[in-house]
């Protein structure tokens, strides 16, 4: 059968699982202001809202403490088909759903597979990608949610047209049912194309299918050649790596929290909590009610603008990541998205008065808190949200799912990428579930709040957040084992770099396991 082989494809293809993760996020926004969702689930809101919202990360955490099993027992790519059925599953439940309970369990499916495929497409793509382009071709993982968000809000706002429109109290349903059926389709397309992707090299290694491995390395890295120095060389750093962890006889679990191993589980499960406290959820979950607080005459409009700076601002992480480095963009990027919270909290505190007519917003229900008649301050606050959206996209946005995925030796990458976006999902799903009642309750004073996540975020970052870009991942272990403090840059010649050398020179010959 044929495989691919283009690492940029390979991996660009296996991040629509990222872009699932997008449609997973916007699958609300869009149709929370219809007529046709309101009628027909009973005008949910507050708790009741914030339930439907957060079922589906709440089957992603299920997902993803679920994700390390399959994905070593059954491999990377198979994992990632078993998603895809899983989201099929929940969108027709979703798309026939007759009442919040239907809803909810669609929603909780449709979350297993999130969970599954957030967690092993990093891994699937860091295992495929040569230490050079690593960063670049798991960003696409976020490029891909950036995409999956705005495709998804835009079959939204299409659909929410159907009868007379959004507040046409006679809307018909098919103004949810539409947008939620059509989500089916990029899980059938990743579900069918996976058979002919390759499975990861490191997986069939672990599993002494060395010969297969070395097929894969070859069509990866060496345009089919198995002699080719690079993938020799890649093949025996991956033999060392996996002889060491075989020597060491301690279980993928007890190594998970040994000493030495915790700090890194406990760091990337931080940086995929941060991602979520950050703030983002408030921009993507709930920017229709944000935008009838800054009093904005088309806040549906207003807030696709958001999602399209979403989608092109990741493009530059994309092609710079690997060139500026990991470290900086956590650091530079929690510093921002907390200044242009605290100034879009002050704005709102100082022009804005409480809705006592709730009849002003289009909403009637969710909004409390409104800055009226001052078109600068709510151009302000709007333009706050663009840059908080901006600068998430092109920081956090990619390395939060890059860094996680990196730093793990490969007999508990799995594992450990599962904890760490087991964390995302936890905090995905208090905030899904927290924020309508916030929104209701404390209002600007929300945006304090996170801003203050994101100063501790700074601070976390800059003082245990080590360098990654360019070396590979068997050299993790020497990074952050080091001793070094994480503002000092591990330098070292690479391993990969001198086994290649070695090989062409001669000096070394590879064992073979065929």
């Given at each position: 059968m044929y495989?691919?082989?283009?690492?940029?494809?390979?991996?660009g293809f296996a991040a629509i699982g990222g872009g699932l993760f997008g449609f997973d996020i916007s699958s609300m926004s869009g149709v929370l202001g219809t007529q046709a969702y309101k009628q027909y689930f009973d005008n949910p809101v507050s708790y009741r809202q914030g339930a439907i919202t957060a079922?589906?990360?709440a089957g992603s955490l299920v997902g993803s403490l679920m994700s390390s099993f399959l994905a070593d027992r059954f491999s990377r790519k198979v994992a990632l088909q078993i998603s895809c059925l899983l989201w099929i599953l929940g969108s027709i439940l979703m798309t026939a759903s007759q009442n919040i309970g239907m809803l909810c369990t669609g929603r909780v499916i449709c979350g297993l597979c999130v969970g599954i495929a957030s967690s092993i497409v990093p891994v699937y793509q860091s295992e495929i990608a040569p230490k050079e382009i690593r960063g670049r071709v798991v960003s696409l993982q976020q490029w891909a949610i950036t995409w999956g968000i705005l495709i998804q809000y835009?079959?939204?706002?299409?659909?929410?047209?159907?009868?007379?429109?959004?507040?046409?109290?006679n809307q018909p349903t098919a103004a949810f049912r539409i947008p939620w059926g059509i989500q089916m389709v990029p899980a059938f397309i990743l579900l069918v194309g996976l058979f002919f992707f390759p499975y990861s090299p490191r997986w069939l290694a672990s599993k002494d299918r060395w010969e297969e491995a070395l097929q894969v390395l070859a069509r990866l890295h060496g345009g089919g050649d198995v002699n080719h120095p690079k993938v020799l060389a890649q093949y025996q750093e991956i033999e060392e790596a996996l002889r060491f962890e075989r020597e060491q006889t301690v279980s993928s679990f007890r190594a998970l929290v040994?000493?030495?191993m915790?700090?890194?589980?406990?760091?990337?499960?931080s940086i995929q909590m941060w991602s979520q406290l950050c703030g983002m959820n408030i921009m993507m979950y709930y920017i229709v009610y944000i935008m009838e607080g800054a009093q904005i005459a088309s806040p549906l409009a207003t807030a696709s603008i958001q999602?399209?700076?979403?989608?092109?601002?990741?493009?530059?992480?994309?092609?710079?990541?690997?060139?500026?480095?990991?470290?900086?963009?956590?650091?530079?990027?929690?510093?921002?998205?907390?200044?242009?919270?605290?100034?879009?909290?002050?704005?709102?505190?100082?022009?804005?008065?409480?809705?006592?007519?709730?009849?002003?917003?289009?909403?009637?229900?969710?909004?409390?808190?409104?800055?009226l008649n001052n078109r600068p301050v709510s151009s302000a606050i709007v333009s706050c949200s663009y840059l908080f959206v901006a600068t998430f996209a092109t920081t956090w946005g990619p390395v939060s799912w890059t860094y996680p995925a990196e730093i793990f030796p490969s007999k508990i990458r799995a594992k450990a990428v599962s904890l760490a976006t087991a964390s995302n999902w936890f905090w995905n799903m208090v905030l899904a579930f927290a924020v309508p009642p916030l929104l209701w309750n404390i209002n600007y004073k929300m945006y304090y709040i996170f801003g203050a996540f994101?100063?501790?975020?700074?601070?976390?970052?800059?003082?245990?957040?080590?360098?990654?870009?360019?070396?590979?991942?068997?050299?993790?272990?020497?990074?952050?084992?080091?001793?070094?403090?994480?503002?000092?840059?591990?330098?070292?010649?690479?391993?990969?770099?001198?086994?290649?050398?070695?090989?062409?020179?001669?000096?070394?010959?590879?064992?073979?396991?065929?």
């Amino acid at each position: 059968m044929y495989q691919a082989s283009n690492v940029y494809f390979i991996c660009g293809f296996a991040a629509i699982g990222g872009g699932l993760f997008g449609f997973d996020i916007s699958s609300m926004s869009g149709v929370l202001g219809t007529q046709a969702y309101k009628q027909y689930f009973d005008n949910p809101v507050s708790y009741r809202q914030g339930a439907i919202t957060a079922s589906m990360p709440a089957g992603s955490l299920v997902g993803s403490l679920m994700s390390s099993f399959l994905a070593d027992r059954f491999s990377r790519k198979v994992a990632l088909q078993i998603s895809c059925l899983l989201w099929i599953l929940g969108s027709i439940l979703m798309t026939a759903s007759q009442n919040i309970g239907m809803l909810c369990t669609g929603r909780v499916i449709c979350g297993l597979c999130v969970g599954i495929a957030s967690s092993i497409v990093p891994v699937y793509q860091s295992e495929i990608a040569p230490k050079e382009i690593r960063g670049r071709v798991v960003s696409l993982q976020q490029w891909a949610i950036t995409w999956g968000i705005l495709i998804q809000y835009f079959i939204q706002f299409g659909a929410a047209q159907v009868g007379g429109g959004p507040n046409d109290p006679n809307q018909p349903t098919a103004a949810f049912r539409i947008p939620w059926g059509i989500q089916m389709v990029p899980a059938f397309i990743l579900l069918v194309g996976l058979f002919f992707f390759p499975y990861s090299p490191r997986w069939l290694a672990s599993k002494d299918r060395w010969e297969e491995a070395l097929q894969v390395l070859a069509r990866l890295h060496g345009g089919g050649d198995v002699n080719h120095p690079k993938v020799l060389a890649q093949y025996q750093e991956i033999e060392e790596a996996l002889r060491f962890e075989r020597e060491q006889t301690v279980s993928s679990f007890r190594a998970l929290v040994a000493p030495r191993m915790l700090k890194r589980v406990a760091l990337g499960m931080s940086i995929q909590m941060w991602s979520q406290l950050c703030g983002m959820n408030i921009m993507m979950y709930y920017i229709v009610y944000i935008m009838e607080g800054a009093q904005i005459a088309s806040p549906l409009a207003t807030a696709s603008i958001q999602y399209v700076i979403n989608v092109v601002l990741t493009l530059p992480a994309i092609v710079f990541l690997d060139k500026w480095g990991r470290r900086p963009s956590l650091i530079l990027g929690s510093f921002g998205m907390m200044s242009w919270l605290f100034i879009s909290g002050a704005l709102q505190q100082y022009y804005g008065e409480p809705n006592t007519d709730l009849t002003r917003t289009a909403d009637n229900s969710e909004v409390t808190w409104i800055v009226l008649n001052n078109r600068p301050v709510s151009s302000a606050i709007v333009s706050c949200s663009y840059l908080f959206v901006a600068t998430f996209a092109t920081t956090w946005g990619p390395v939060s799912w890059t860094y996680p995925a990196e730093i793990f030796p490969s007999k508990i990458r799995a594992k450990a990428v599962s904890l760490a976006t087991a964390s995302n999902w936890f905090w995905n799903m208090v905030l899904a579930f927290a924020v309508p009642p916030l929104l209701w309750n404390i209002n600007y004073k929300m945006y304090y709040i996170f801003g203050a996540f994101n100063a501790a975020a700074f601070i976390h970052m800059l003082l245990l957040a080590p360098e990654t870009k360019g070396f590979t991942l068997e050299e993790m272990d020497d990074v952050f084992d080091s001793g070094l403090p994480a503002w000092k840059r591990y330098k070292k010649t690479s391993r990969l770099d001198e086994l290649e050398r070695e090989i062409e020179a001669g000096h070394l010959k590879v064992s073979s396991h065929a």
